[in-house]
């Protein structure tokens, strides 16, 4: 008998005592593995994730957190060509196998990237601006994203065993959440070798991911209030699982990737012979035959206008035609089998609905030869195209979730945002068309009814990842039949895992919770100039406060003539003074923002490297000539770069004018040296 696979439950593999499920080579009918759970404690594996992973991941800053993706990422690179040899018995072509292993670890060194770029190395991010809650300042609000002590359960389909564990894995793990994945049976032997090599690899802190191999049994008996589950598959289960007693009334958190019936929308503008009449017809058959259209995003609905609809159903067919389909490992072979004789006879039956109202172009679905491998033992299915006829509505109901399109048509743009809109929800659309006014019709149309648009001509096409590919930077999920979920997206994928909270109080205890200094709050004016401190001894709120500057006319006719900016405003007398908002001559912006930095900052060699922006700047109040401005300068919030020797510094900048007035407000960003040896052995002392 073959191996049993294991699970990885509460630090240690377990293997089941039943015989298992056996679990087919998509391609030969071999058996690969068997599988089962029975007699797994699950109840032990998610008291693990929460007393073990959970505390240890926490214990990190979100920088921390992301170093390790990118060293996991970077081990499992290395093992790539192993995992390619067992994704051919999945059915998965090189280039399907790229799809999802290279896709998947493309995910963990993305999160890794932009977690580092755009969260702070810290546990708490801040969300917005301030709110002043009261008259004098005293009294404030902010809102924050805090992790939850849970258990991020995972609940994978079968079409994407590594890709789809990983990019889940990722944010949940920035999020500081242990992850429990329970990948689908039918290619769960992928996904445990590669669990396999991450627990080997000992990068991963202990319980901060866990492998069920086998049936989920009691597993949502186990999850409260803190715990998530995600889940990519069919809409019957996902119905199941919303109407869990863990869901409905014990406040677990369900994400939810369903069906999806995705369209292609051609263009009007669109004539045979134009660039992106050929990238419509290869976008159709690539979508059709990648990973055999076992993707949740793959183009089930062509749309195109009726004036060319009879002759781009013949350009697709025609491409359709060119495509071998058989055994993975043959590198002549365009496209692979299903995934399991029970998949194939599964579109199969999809296909007999949609001929209900549609006709078919070209494949058989039932045909057992013509391919470069055994047909009655691999789950081998020639691609298949259909053309629906009026009125048609089964190609809006049914999904055949396998090498299978229909092309239908419309005689307008209103009907065919109608067509797409009858989905009832997709995650993925495209529109391809090179007239900007097309394009912001079809895309404001379609918008409501899908996660994910992609607008493809001429320009786009060199870059473009094409139509079916999620990207970890951009939103995964769509509303409606598509399960109304939400994963990746960058950040937004990390902060869906966290807790927001609105935290109210003074101005210092808002600071002493971020760790970023809120206006307000208590402000420490050093003794020596702050650009003198390393991050080792900088401290948030540490402050300069500079001495008056006065702004002459001669300074803001200067900077007129030596930056060319003659704005009216600042050079001619009469059209200023009928100005409403100035009355009269005032300083440029930017002058202000100039001397400012005059004022502020040491110009002597030190810690300080490098301004590298200003953000958030206001311009509150005009100065004229005459008038005086001073800058209060804070540390705002220090970020310190796990994979350098420098950090980032946030300094608060407030101009005031004579009056004590605000003029101008900005963050100035500037790269710190972590030590200056002779720096930090003078503020040892000091603080000794």
């Not at 660039?275 to 159709?284: A, C, K, T, Y």
């Not at 006014?437 to 079809?442: H, Q, T």
């Not at 100005?579 to 930095?597: D, E, K, R, T, W």
């Not at 040296?673 to 003078?682: E, G, L, N, P």
Request: charged fraction near 20%; hydrophobic fraction near 40%; glycine fraction near 10%.
């Amino acid at each position: 008998m073959t191996r049993l696979l294991e699970s990885y439950a509460a630090g240690r593999w377990w293997s089941s005592s039943s015989e298992g499920d056996p679990l087919l080579d998509a391609a030969t009918g071999e058996e690969v593995a068997r599988i089962s759970s029975a007699g797994l404690d699950i109840g032990a594996m998610t008291h693990h994730a929460r007393t073990v992973g959970g505390p240890a991941i926490r214990s990190m800053t979100f920088h921390e957190r992301a170093l390790l993706l990118k060293e996991l990422a970077a081990h499992l690179t290395g093992l790539k060509d192993e995992l390619y040899e067992v994704s051919l018995r999945t059915g998965a072509t090189r280039r399907d196998s790229m799809i999802d292993v290279d896709g998947g670890f493309a995910t963990l060194f993305s999160y890794s990237s932009k977690s580092r770029r755009e969260l702070p190395n810290d546990v708490v991010v801040c969300d917005g601006d301030l709110e002043q809650l009261g008259r004098t300042g005293v009294f404030m609000g902010q809102h924050v994203y805090t992790s939850r002590p849970g258990v991020a359960v995972q609940v994978n389909a079968f079409n994407f065993p590594v890709w789809g564990m990983l990019e889940k894995l990722a944010p949940a793990f920035v999020a500081g959440l242990p992850s429990i994945v329970k990948p689908a049976s039918q290619t769960a032997y992928l996904t445990e070798l590669v669990v396999r090599r991450i627990i080997e690899s000992g990068i991963l802190p202990e319980g901060s991911l866990q492998l069920l191999s086998g049936s989920a049994g009691d597993l949502l008996d186990h999850l409260g209030v803190q715990d998530s589950v995600a889940f990519t598959g069919s809409a019957h289960t996902a119905g199941i699982l919303r109407q869990h007693p863990s869901v409905l009334h014990g406040g677990v958190t369900l994400q939810v990737e369903a069906d999806s019936l995705n369209c292609s929308v051609l263009g009007p503008d669109v004539a045979a012979g134009d660039p992106e009449w050929d990238l419509f017809v290869r976008g159709v058959v690539t979508e059709m035959t990648a990973k055999a259209g076992q993707k949740c995003t793959a183009i089930r609905r062509v749309i195109v206008p009726a004036a060319v609809a009879d002759d781009l159903t013949e350009a697709i067919r025609a491409r359709l035609a060119t495509i071998t389909v058989g055994d993975p490992g043959d590198e002549s072979v365009r496209m692979g089998p299903l995934a399991s004789l029970g998949q194939r006879e599964e579109v199969r039956k999809a296909v007999e609905a949609l001929r209900s109202s549609a006709d078919v172009v070209l494949g058989d679905p039932t045909a057992t030869s013509g391919f470069l491998g055994d047909g009655e033992r691999g789950a081998f299915m020639a691609p298949v195209l259909l053309r629906a006829r009026a009125g048609a509505v089964e190609p809006h109901d049914v999904e055949p979730f396998g090498p299978v399109s229909t092309v239908m048509s419309y005689d307008t743009l209103d009907e065919a945002v109608d067509l797409a809109a009858r989905g009832k929800g997709s995650l993925a659309g495209s529109v391809v068309t090179h007239d900007p006014s097309v394009a912001r019709a079809l895309v404001l149309g379609l918008a409501p009814w899908h996660g994910r648009i992609l607008v493809l001509d001429r320009d786009a096409a060199p870059e473009s990842t094409g139509h079916g590919s999620p990207l970890p930077m951009l939103v995964h999920g769509g509303p409606g039949r598509a399960g109304g979920g939400e994963e990746l997206g960058g950040v937004r994928g990390v902060l869906h895992h966290m807790q927001r909270s609105a935290i109210q109080g003074s101005p210092d205890m808002l600071t002493a919770v971020t760790g970023r200094w809120t206006r307000g709050s208590q402000r420490t004016l050093t003794p020596e100039h702050p650009f003198r401190h390393s991050l080792a001894t900088l401290r948030v709120g540490d402050t300069v406060a500079t001495e008056p500057r006065v702004i002459t006319l001669k300074d803001i006719d200067h900077f007129a003539e030596f930056t060319g900016d003659t704005f009216y405003a600042h050079t001619d007398p009469e059209a200023a003074a009928q100005n409403p908002l100035f009355g009269g001559i005032v300083a440029h912006g930017y002058l202000i923002v100039s001397m400012a930095a005059g004022l502020f900052v040491d110009p002597a060699p030190g810690p300080v490297l490098a301004n590298f922006g200003v953000d958030n700047l206001r311009f509150l109040t005009p100065v004229k000539a005459g008038d005086s401005i001073r800058v209060t300068l804070t540390v705002k919030q220090v970020t310190p770069r796990s994979s350098a020797d420098y950090g980032e510094v946030r300094w608060d900048a407030l101009v005031t004018n004579g009056d004590d007035e605000p003029v101008a407000t900005y963050d100035v960003l500037t790269l710190v040296a972590k030590h200056d040896d002779q720096q930090d052995d003078q503020q040892d002392d000091r603080q000794a």
